[in-house]
């Protein structure tokens, strides 16, 4: 509970700034990583968009004349980012963050779907995984619905979903010892700007299968200083908190059990996540076999 316990520990803001330039803020507890950011992140913020003559920003002028990744931006390969970033990030810290992960282009077309959805009446409450006794809107406040990505309104989401499990798919095998074998539906969530949030919670407390939590979010010209809304993780073990700005075009995956406790703080402008789930094989046959799938769509 706020206002009990230890001080609060310092904040660990991620990503870097020019990342592979200046040092990683986990830096001090393993020098792996500091390398391999050279080879993998974009680590910068969405800059600001120059108005045009027509009216359209920079990033809305691309758009229209692509369909795709940007012409000109620099594309790791996914598996080389997957084997060289985000491998070791994981396992070293628990928490990954990738900008630009998708593009300006199909980033748009996403954000697009996911506004379309809310203007269509798709979405609902969100649900607690476990019952509880306080009404769900007190501890979360987010409005949802889930997508499987085959929808003729949900296309671009659908390629995200694709492009989430190509990435994970090349880490087989070396996330944390897990036997990666599916994933959820893709939850696309809003916070509709009210200032609500969702309190400290961790996804996976209960071994239900759930084992890595990627979220990619849809948000431009973020300020967390006026909008609120950042996540906030707190790493078991650690003396240190971590502060994601939920910025356009940017790819988090962390840990889904009590390793990353964390909560999302109060939005003041609409916020869109897009979240999927990914299973371990063993704990997930577990699961279904002690009947405590909960809440949670497949």
Same mark, same amino acid.
């Given at each position: 509970m706020e206002g009990s316990g230890p001080p609060d520990p310092p904040i660990l803001d991620l990503p870097c700034q020019n990342m592979g330039r200046e040092a990683c803020p986990l830096e001090s507890e393993g020098s792996a990583v500091?390398?391999?950011?050279?080879l993998a992140l974009n680590g910068h913020r969405e800059p600001k968009r120059r108005r045009l003559e027509n009216g359209d920003s920079e990033g809305e002028a691309a758009a229209k004349r692509h369909r795709g990744p940007d012409p000109g931006e620099s594309r790791v390969p996914i598996s080389r980012l997957a084997l060289d970033y985000v491998v070791p990030c994981m396992n070293l810290y628990g928490i990954c963050v990738k900008d630009s992960f998708l593009g300006e282009a199909l980033g748009s077309q996403i954000l697009a779907e #996911? &506004?379309?959805?809310n203007r269509s009446g798709?979405?609902?409450d969100g649900q607690l995984v476990s019952q509880r006794t306080v009404p769900s809107r007190s501890i979360r406040g987010d409005q949802i #619905?889930?997508?499987e990505g085959r929808e003729p309104s949900c296309q671009a989401i659908g390629i995200l979903m694709a492009r989430i499990d190509e990435l994970i798919m090349h880490c087989a095998g070396k996330l944390g010892g897990y036997d990666i074998n599916g994933r959820t539906k893709a939850m696309v969530a809003c916070y509709p700007g009210n200032g609500m949030g969702y309190v400290?919670?961790?996804?996976?407390?209960?071994?239900?299968?759930?084992c890595v939590t990627c979220i990619y979010y849809l948000n431009r010209q973020w300020d967390s200083k006026v909008h609120g809304g950042i996540l906030q993780i707190?790493?078991?073990g650690r003396q240190v908190v971590a502060n994601i700005e939920p910025i356009f075009d940017r790819l988090l995956i962390f840990w889904s059990d009590r390793r990353n406790p964390h909560e999302v703080k109060p939005a003041y402008a609409t916020r869109y996540?897009?979240?999927v789930w990914y299973f371990d #094989?063993? &704990?997930? #046959?577990e699961a279904k076999g002690r009947h405590q799938l909960g809440m949670w769509k497949v």
């Open positions: 500091g390398s391999l950011l050279l #996911a &506004e379309g959805l798709k979405f609902h #619905a889930w997508v400290r919670h961790v996804d996976n407390p209960h071994g239900d299968g759930r707190y790493p078991q996540a897009i979240t #094989a063993k &704990e997930r #046959a």
